[in-house]
């Protein structure tokens, strides 16, 4: 089966109710990205940074993936499907997708500062955490998101499946965010690329890309049947 790899962005959420990040009344327009999603922020005001994580867990309660989730698990019966996703939503374990790979972390995960290896699931409905919260071994926890400034641990191992890809799917993301947006440089030479976004940034610099100027239920309903067709 051929390798279908999907790199996706907060717009692959977004018709399941998921706000963006910079579109109008996206997150970062209406937080201070530097209070709630950098390590200082962290470390001046944990309290905020717990709170503004578990407000993002609670929308998660009732959300459900919507048709561009559930059409990337279907793929896999047809393909290899890998997903590196930049979002820390769980829409697309919802869908039911195999191998997913969370570039930015987890909402629904937590760490130890002390240790960082340590890492834990939260379980509804208990999903909130707060920053006296600790872990069995006693540690402070914090939330297994990548803060700005941080490394992106699985970023190698993303640079790996991209570069091993027989096709590249980008899905609602502006590609404005490093490392993340630089993997869509990584295929190797003529693997076609399709980008299926409303307002897709230009990357012109790529061969072999097509734009699909859509939101991502019409534009995968539309690249299921162009994938089924001409690349099985
Ligand atoms: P952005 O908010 O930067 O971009 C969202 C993209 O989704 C835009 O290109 C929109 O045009 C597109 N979009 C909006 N509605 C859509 C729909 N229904 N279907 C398809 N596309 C749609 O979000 P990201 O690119 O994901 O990082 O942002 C990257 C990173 O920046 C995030 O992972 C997050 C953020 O800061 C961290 O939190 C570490």
Redesign the pocket.
């Known amino acids: 089966m051929k390798k279908l790899v999907f790199l996706t962005?907060?717009?692959?959420s977004?018709?399941s109710g998921i706000s963006?990040?910079?579109?109008s009344d996206?997150l970062?327009e209406n937080y201070p990205?530097m209070d709630v999603?950098s390590a200082d922020g962290f470390k001046r005001n944990p309290e905020l940074v717990h709170h503004f994580y578990n407000e993002r867990r609670k929308q998660l309660i009732d959300t459900r993936p919507n048709k561009?989730h559930l059409i990337i698990k279907e793929l896999e019966q047809d393909f290899d499907v890998i997903t590196i996703t930049?979002?820390?939503d769980d829409l697309h374990e919802k869908a039911g997708s195999n191998n997913i790979i969370h570039?930015?972390?987890e909402l629904m995960k937590v760490r130890s500062i002390a240790h960082p290896e340590r890492t834990y699931t939260l379980e509804y409905p208990n999903i909130e955490t707060c920053a006296t919260t600790v872990d069995k071994y006693g540690d402070i926890i914090r939330p297994h998101?990548?803060?700005?400034g941080e490394d992106v641990p699985l970023y190698t191992d993303a640079l790996d499946i991209v570069a091993d890809a027989d096709i590249l799917v980008i899905?609602?993301?502006?590609?404005?965010?490093y490392p993340?947006a630089a993997l869509v440089n990584f295929t190797k030479k003529g693997t076609p690329i399709f980008y299926?976004?409303?307002?897709?940034?230009t990357v012109s610099y790529l061969d072999n890309i097509t734009y699909i100027a859509?939101?991502?239920?019409e534009?995968m309903t539309e690249l299921a049947e162009i994938l089924r067709k001409n690349y099985i």
């Open positions: 962005g907060a717009g692959v977004q018709e963006t990040f910079r579109d996206g970062w990205v999603a561009a930049q979002n820390v570039l930015h972390g998101i990548v803060f700005f899905i609602g993301t502006s590609l404005v965010v993340a299926i976004d409303p307002k897709p940034s859509k939101k991502a239920t534009g």
